[in-house]
């Protein structure tokens, strides 16, 4: 992999073109381009990053691109101002950056070929050069420890006078800010585990309908994660039939970042924003939410991370008539906001939520806010074919054994199977649970027709309550 920039190009900006040709690497694996074109324009105080794609690529690999234009909009804003690019003692670029015969700007080759067009001269002055740009690729120094919670020192015992609170509030509110001050504002950036690499192929292959997510989204921000880079996962919003696996794989996917139990909310059954942003100081009870106490404390099975993985099922389904539960999801979701988040229930603090993960499920897109549509990456899920059913309910079987430790085959009877790909994953796997311990108290290492739950059989006699008359 070679990459060749120009001088006037800042170390600012040198590390934000590495991580985006580290992110269209690693999306787009063994299918890359034929040409990719960066260009970095100004735009106000900004530094706009865009690309150029052929236009068959383009139409043919939607998803990979969507997710490109994600990051790309995401490193615009990290790009800062002309004046602060200045300061690192350089100029900077106020034309385009293009791949072509008179522009000699980047060059990268990857050994499915070439990612980004340059003539032959301008690689070979970029091999010969190696040193002067080895620091683009030489990812940041880890950072395992970034400022989540931000609080102005003079309010702590002082909630009393700020905005007239009542005496249960400010000392409620002084406690939790005593019991931060106890634990400090920095909380650890979490990084996979090390095997992360391996585990997403087992996880395509248990989940192949996922496929597109994995490619376009999760391998690319882990793999610039595993490299030291500070890189904000976007949004997703997985939409599909019930019983494809939407939660299941997220929780899956939880184990592979490395972030313990992932936050579970069921958005069907929220009526107010409480569970994401607190209640508000006007209720005589109010308590924080659980995005606050998962960044502050973590949960039973992991510590506080700065990067947890919050899931948000049914987002579709919310039915609140006064307070809208989706409210906190237009701050959480843009990177600028996220990192002056409030919970209602502590205003004295700033939480930066940047990092936190964010997935969410929903049936039907129709009935979700155009403006929540536009800050996530809107993923379809179809339905797997019988074979992958298959295959996922095997898999579901064999983690199920390993978890337990208890000595059973790995196959599984072809009628067992084809009654646990009739049902969603949750319920296939009580139902293999179920039958494995029928196996095991029967001093038996495979499974049988028999050990199988079938609780759809109807009683043909209901007893009923009568009535006498005298």
Known sequence: MVVRAP???????????????????????SNPPGCLCLKIEQVGDLFVFSHELPAEFEAQNPAS?????????????????????????????????????????????????????STAADQQGARDQDDEFADLFTPIPRVHLVPVFNWESARVGDGVRVAGRDADSAKRIDTLLRRLQSTGSMRPLKFPVTDWSALLDELASDFPNFGAVISAVIRPHLGLVARGYQHRMSS??????????????????AKILN??????????TETN??????SSTFWSNSSPGALFELLAWG?????????????????????????DPLGPLYSLLEAETARSFQDQSIPDLLIDASHVRIFATA?????????????????????PSTEQLHRIALRIYQGIVARLGVPMRPQVPPEILARAVLMSPREAKVRLECAIAMAVCDSRDHLIPGDWLDLDRRATHRPTIGFTTI
């Not at 510590?303 to 006064?322: G, H, M, Q």
Request: proline share 6%; aromatic share 6%; net charge negative.
């Open 236 to 253: 997703v919003l997985l939409v599909g039939p019930p019983g494809i696996g939407k939660t299941h794989f997220a929780n899956e996917l």
């Open 299 to 323: 949960e039973a099975s992991s510590t506080a991370a700065a990067n947890p993985l919050v899931i948000l099922d049914e987002v579709d389904k919310v039915s609140a008539d006064r307070f």
């Open 65 to 117: 691109v969507s997710s490109l234009v994600a990051h790309a909009e995401q490193l615009s804003r990290l790009s800062g101002s002309r004046e602060d690019a200045q300061k690192d003692g350089a100029g900077v670029p106020s034309e385009s950056l293009e791949c072509a015969e008179s522009h000699t700007e980047q060059a990268l080759q990857t050994p499915q070929g070439a990612l980004w067009q």
């Open 7 to 29: 001088e006037r190009v800042t170390s600012q900006r040198r590390d934000l073109i590495a991580s985006y040709i580290q992110f269209a690497s690693l999306m787009f694996g």
């Open 363 to 383: 049936n039907d897109v129709s009935a979700i806010p155009t403006p929540l549509l536009s800050r996530t990456l809107v993923f379809h899920i179809p339905r």
């Open 273 to 278: 924003a409480s569970s994401l942003a607190g």
């Open 259 to 268: 972030v313990g139990r992932p936050m579970f909310i069921s958005m069907a």
